[in-house]
């Protein structure tokens, strides 16, 4: 539980800091930003409205604001998508002139010889982000639908949805075509 409060809490902080990661995280280990820069230009804003998205639709559930914890499988995913963006910003290779081998975070570290294993592992955490982005989205956005369901329904109609208030015993009456009251079968 304490894991899923920590992410809770921490959503609006990595709202802004993963995107600045990916964007220029590697300067900070003396790696020149180059021609891969050109596409994070256009990665990171969308990284960012993504994870604000599923940061708003995440805190907008009353459940989660209440425990104050994402749910679990929210915490699966984001931990996921989290770790992916980390891992991309960490491996992906950068070169200013096509004929300089390029140079990443890892590169740096481990030296020019993990150089084609930092591609690779850039290729997947890359394809990891999206679709756990993509994943983490619509759960998020699902979890919020059902949660504020019986709410929508009742501003938008009037009326009670059966079963969705504390301690509901209220049955709606079952009706035919012709609008006969048909008998109450028992389950």
Do not use: C, N
């Amino acid at each position: 539980m304490w894991y899923r409060r920590a992410l809770f809490s921490a959503q609006f902080a990595a709202t802004i800091i993963l995107p600045l990661w990916m964007l220029i995280g590697r300067v900070f280990f003396g790696v020149i930003l180059g021609w891969h820069y050109a596409i994070q230009l256009f990665l990171a804003p969308l990284l960012f409205v993504f994870l604000a998205v599923i940061s708003t639709l995440s805190w907008a559930r009353r459940r989660s604001r209440q425990t104050g914890a994402v749910s679990s499988i929210d915490a699966v995913l984001i931990s996921v998508l989290y770790f992916s963006v980390l891992v991309y910003g960490f491996s992906v290779v950068d070169s200013v002139h096509s004929y300089e081998p390029g140079k990443s975070v890892a590169t740096e570290l481990f030296g020019q010889a993990f150089r084609d294993a930092s591609f690779t592992v850039a290729d997947i955490a890359g394809g990891v982000m999206i679709v756990a982005g993509l994943a983490t989205f619509w759960v998020v956005l699902v979890e919020y639908l059902f949660e504020t369901r019986p709410q929508l329904v009742q501003s938008l109609t009037g009326l009670e949805v059966p079963g969705a208030g504390e301690g509901a015993t209220e049955t709606v009456p079952i009706t035919d075509a012709g609008g006969t009251v048909l008998p109450a079968v028992a389950e």
